[in-house]
Every structure is written in C-alpha cells, then in structure tokens.
C-alpha cells in the first residue's frame, strides 16, 4: 500500500509537523540516504521496539525503525466503532494448532507503529518479585537471569513515562504507588468490587492502566468513551505511537512504514551485516546496519530469525540452543459475563480500571503452582455478541435479545499463568504470505498444571460475579497475550539471548520485545516489556561502539539512563487525589 502518511510529516503550510491532531512534532523526519549504513536496524515498532527507538535516538546512534504496518494518523485513520479497527490487528495468515489452539487475528498482535500497544487496553500491573525465580520456589518454569530488584528501577521509570494511573498504595508483589491518581469506576468496576468486597478479596480501583486522568504537554485527559481497544482517538492512552516516537524522530530516528523485513543478512565472520525488506511498492530492498534489534512480537520474531538460516546457521539465526520459537506462552484468559437487573453500560469507560492479584502467588492448599488476576475487561457490542455465542449458543432471535440486553451485563477478564513448555512453539510453515516469506505455524497445549489453574480461576471469577449481584453467569474460555519463544537465560544451551536481549550466538543481533520473557506471570506484559527495553537501551548505550566490533559479550550492568526519557516524563499532571 502507498499511503500519503500524516506520519510522513507533510503538512501543506511547512509549519510544524503534524502526527494527526495530537502530537506535533518540530522537526522534519530524517532520511538516511540509500545504501548508507546505519547503526542499528529494529524491526518493529511496537512495546519494546518503539521504546528502543527512542533511546538509541536520543543516545545519537543512527537508528531506523521498520515496521510492517502503517504510519497511523490518529486523527484520520481511528475510528470509534469495533469493525473499523480491524486493520490495527494483524491479520495476515497464520497456522494455529495443538490441543488446545491460539486464536489469531484481534486477540493478539498490532500491525503498524505502535504495535500492540495501540490497542491494547493498557492495564500496567508489575511482575511479583516471585516471577523472577519460579523454578527455585516453585519448582516449575525456569528462573530469570535478572532479578526483579533489576528491573524495578526501570518499572518505576515507565510508569512515569507512559505515565500510569493507579491507586497510592498497591499492596501486591512489591507494594508501591502510583505516579497519577486513579481513575474514576465505571459499571464493570463497580461491580468487580462489589464482588471482591463481598468476598473479602482484596481490589485495586482505578487502574494501573496508562490512561490520563489529568493532561499532560499535549496529551488531554481521558473522556471515558471507552474505544481504548480500537485505537484512543483522544490520545489519552498511552502508546509508543504517541509517547515515544515522536521523540525518537525529533533525535534522529527514521521510521519505515509499511516495510516488512523478510531476512536477516549474516557475512562470514558471524556477525549481521543488515536487513532485506519489502518496501511500501512490494519491491525487495537491503538495508546495511552495524547491528539488527528485532522487536516483531512472540510470532513474528522467531519467524524472522528462523526465515534468515543461511550457511552455519542451517536451524535458522540465533538457535544454536534449538530454543527459537520454543516456550511460546499465552496467558489464559477466560471472559466472564454477567447479567445485572440493574444497568451497568459496559461500554461508559476503559475496559481497564479495576482488578485484583489477591490469587496471584502459589497457594499449595489450591493443588497447582503459580496463580492468576481478575481484571475488568468492557467489551463492546460486536466482541459480546461473538463472546454469547461462544459462552451461551446465543443464535438468531436469542442473539437479538441478548443484544437488546447489552447495557445489563458486566464481564470480569481472569488472566492466568501458563508455564513454559518446549513444545508449545512457532515453526514455519510450508505456505508462503503474499511477498513469498514462509509464514509462521504455532503449536499450542495445555499442561495438567495449566488446565487446573484455570479450571479454579475460571471459577472464581463466576463466583466474584454470582456474589456482585448477578442473576446469570456464563463464561467463554480464550487466551491473552502471547509471549516467549525466544527466551533470555544465562546458559547457551536453553536460551536465546542474555539478560539484555543479545543473542548468544551472534553479537550484533538483538531482541528486543516480549518474546524475550522466560515466564509471564499474571500481569499484563505490555509494562515489563517497556522496561525490559528501557534496559536494554542502557546497555547498548553503555557498549557504544563496542557492540559493532567486538565479540565478547560484557556481563556488566549498565548505569540507568533517567535523562533519556521523553520529555514530558518529569513533567506535571493532575496531582494525586
Ligand atoms: C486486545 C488486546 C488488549 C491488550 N491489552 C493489554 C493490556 O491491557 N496490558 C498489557 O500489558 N498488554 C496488553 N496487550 C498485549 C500487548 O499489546 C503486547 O504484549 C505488546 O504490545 C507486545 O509488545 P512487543 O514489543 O512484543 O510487540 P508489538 O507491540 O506487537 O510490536 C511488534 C511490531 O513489529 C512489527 N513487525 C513484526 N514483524 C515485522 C517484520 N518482519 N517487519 C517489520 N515489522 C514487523 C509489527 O507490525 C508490530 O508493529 C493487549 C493485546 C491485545 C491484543
Ligand atoms: S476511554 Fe479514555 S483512554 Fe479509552 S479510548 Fe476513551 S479517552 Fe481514550
């Protein structure tokens, strides 16, 4: 697709260049020039990607972000309405199978500048400190390589940067509070804490969810229209689209729309030399770079490092270990619904505000390891018709009742954790996409811990419901958030990359992006991936040049780099209330 791109930053008047109606940017988008070389290459500019950027930018390395999907214009190319925002998914074929298959398509990756991030609901809960060390405690899973105490520091950074609303005191995990105050409950939330409450289960009310209830620099505050899953218009919802690129670009930084790299280059003395891509015209092209970072999501990497085996590198790059693409993981992530006697209009706020971890750690008396949240989730009419097909049967005149009854009913998401296995894994497949790249085959199964995991947590969430006053409860099984498939580790053997996302086999080629996480808790991903990249940023920083020459990986943690962030970070919002 060519397309005339807001994002290109081709005013009529010259005047200041324009990233839809919200962000404005002051300087024109630098071009490196063809054939030059640059210094880093990242391939998609999604959670991890997109904070990369905008570091390595700032840092002054020549940096060019490639990503498969568009430029968004927030302004013209987001619509309020759920099929008008089917093209912020992606959407290009896929091979699902296993037992227990992943559903593809909307449930999962963005495909565009952003990446996930642009519609996803942006709930931002932390690791527990217990997720670093499973294995140790729980005798499942696999440890970090890094502690939580390592990436604390880095949480609390992005927490003002995106920035995250939430209570002052948040008791789980490691207790903290919250740079903003929270937001005010919408129907659902009143609900999961009526329940909670009743039960004696512990809440958290008004987020962590990076919504803004205060502006801030050229963000407004959040108007509750809750449209955060189709894109927020307003710009209220944090996005690497709108928090982090457009200060990667007034350093430097260029962005490739509508390019998808298809190959990773490696010459004779095992190191990247560059990227082919497919331009926005569908013509194949090279761009050289002194190191590769790819940041593609948990599908889209493994494909790319697998796609790019070339001679000494025959299982494809970075997979001496035979872990690319292995130790896949989704978090369960059963919907359920609710109907109230009273109205609840589901739909009058952002589908993330309220949740509990209070089942998060493992509990032997529960008889399997690690645990799950319970979280709001809002969905809109279309995805609650397909939710009461799936959950009810609803069909013909009993959909159109139950559509009738839309403002009646509540959903609470339960979000648990699915261990590490080996086989559950990205492969390519034997059919090739549109530009003739071999497109990716995922396996999926549930494991016995797995299954009664979410048998317990499906059901305590109904019970949450049943006690919130509800008079029918259903449910519709479904997964969140893929992650894994290139996991980080200190041994060669079982792992991909170090614990700053270098791989063990090539010393220029990064990842950058959730398929990094070893395991995945119940917390939403989008937060740890941010901070994972935000340290990542720090120790290619702190390389400098020696990332482009050496081959000695330095072990050594790099020294925090607070004056790289945005610079509205230290900015002012509404104060807490
Ligand atoms: C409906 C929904 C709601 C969600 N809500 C939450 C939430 O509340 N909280 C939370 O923490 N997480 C949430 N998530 C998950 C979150 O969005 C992802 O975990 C996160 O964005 C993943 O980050 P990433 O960097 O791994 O990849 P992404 O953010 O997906 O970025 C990858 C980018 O790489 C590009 N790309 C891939 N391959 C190529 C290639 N070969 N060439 C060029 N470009 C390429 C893609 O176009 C994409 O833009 C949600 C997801 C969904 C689907
Ligand atoms: S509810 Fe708030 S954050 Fe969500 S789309 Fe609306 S304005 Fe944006």
């Not at 430029?71 to 925002?85: I, L, M, N, Q």
């Amino acid at each position: 697709m060519k397309s005339p791109l807001l994002g290109e930053f081709h005013p009529p008047n010259g005047k200041p260049h324009m990233l839809g109606s919200i962000q404005r940017i002051e300087t024109p988008m630098h071009r490196f020039s063809e054939g030059e070389e640059v210094d880093y290459v990242i391939v998609g500019v999604g959670a991890g990607g997109g904070v990369l950027l905008q570091r390595l930018a700032r840092a002054g390395f020549h940096v060019i972000g490639f990503d498969a999907g568009p430029f968004w214009d927030t302004e013209r190319d987001w619509v309020s309405d759920e099929k008008g925002a089917h093209n912020l998914y992606w959407n290009d074929l896929r091979i699902t199978g296993g037992k227990h298959p992943l559903a593809f398509g909307a449930n999962n990756c963005g495909k565009g500048v952003g990446g996930g991030t642009v519609h996803w609901a942006s709930f931002t809960p932390r690791l527990h400190p217990s997720d670093f060390r499973i294995h140790s405690t729980d005798g499942v899973g696999v440890d970090w390589p890094i502690s939580y105490s390592d990436l604390k520091p880095y949480y609390e950074l992005m927490e003002l940067e995106l920035p995250v609303s939430g209570p002052s005191y948040y008791p789980w995990g490691d207790p903290h509070g919250y740079p903003y105050g929270p937001h005010p409950m919408g129907g659902v939330g009143d609900a999961l804490i009526r329940g909670c409450t009743k039960l004696g289960i512990g809440v958290s009310a008004g987020g962590p969810v990076a919504i803004l209830n205060g502006s801030r620099g050229d963000r407004p505050h959040c108007i509750y229209r809750g449209f955060c899953i189709q894109g927020c218009k307003v710009g209220a919802k944090a996005s690497t689209l709108i928090t982090h690129v457009p200060d990667a670009i007034e350093n430097g930084a260029e962005i490739r729309p509508n390019c998808m790299v298809s190959r990773i280059h490696v010459g004779g003395d095992r190191r990247v030399l560059g990227i082919s891509y497919f331009d926005s015209e569908g013509r194949e092209r090279f761009q050289k770079a002194k190191a590769v970072v790819v940041a593609g999501y948990s599908i889209e990497t493994p494909r790319l490092l697998l796609n790019s085996a070339c001679p000494g590198f025959e299982r494809g790059l970075a997979n001496s270990s035979d872990c690319v693409g292995r130790y896949l993981m989704a978090q369960a992530g059963n919907v359920v619904l609710g109907r109230f006697e009273e109205l609840v209009r589901m739909y009058k706020a952002p589908p993330a505000h309220a949740l509990t971890e209070e089942f998060y750690e493992t509990d032997p008396k529960r008889g399997f390891a690690r645990g799950f949240a319970i979280q709001t989730v809002g969905p809109l009419p279309m995805a609650f018709a397909r939710q009461m097909m799936t959950a009810k049967g609803a069909w013909g005149w009993g959909m159109r009742s139950v559509m009738m009854d839309y403002n009646h009913w509540a959903s609470f998401g339960f979000l648990g954790e699915i261990l590490p296995h080996a086989e559950n894994r990205v492969q390519l497949a034997e059919e090739k996409d549109r530009l003739g790249i071999p497109i990716a085959k995922a396996t999926f199964n549930l494991y016995d811990n797995d299954q009664k995991l979410i048998e317990y947590g499906k059901n305590k969430t109904m019970e949450v419901m049943w006690a919130a006053g509800a008079t029918e409860v259903v449910q519709e099984a479904r997964y969140a958030h893929l992650v894994g498939a290139a996991r980080m580790g200190n041994d060669p053997e079982t792992s991909v990359v170090d614990q700053f996302g270098r791989t063990h086999d090539i010393a220029n080629l990064f990842i950058c992006d959730g398929s990094i996480m070893p395991t995945q808790g119940s917390a939403n991903p989008g937060l740890t991936i941010m901070a994972l990249a935000a340290r990542t940023a720090d120790y290619l920083i702190r390389e400098g040049n020696e990332v482009f020459t050496s081959h000695k990986p330095n072990d050594q943690k790099p020294p925090m780099r607070r004056d790289l962030s945005p610079p509205d970070t230290w900015g002012h919002g509404m104060p807490r209330i």
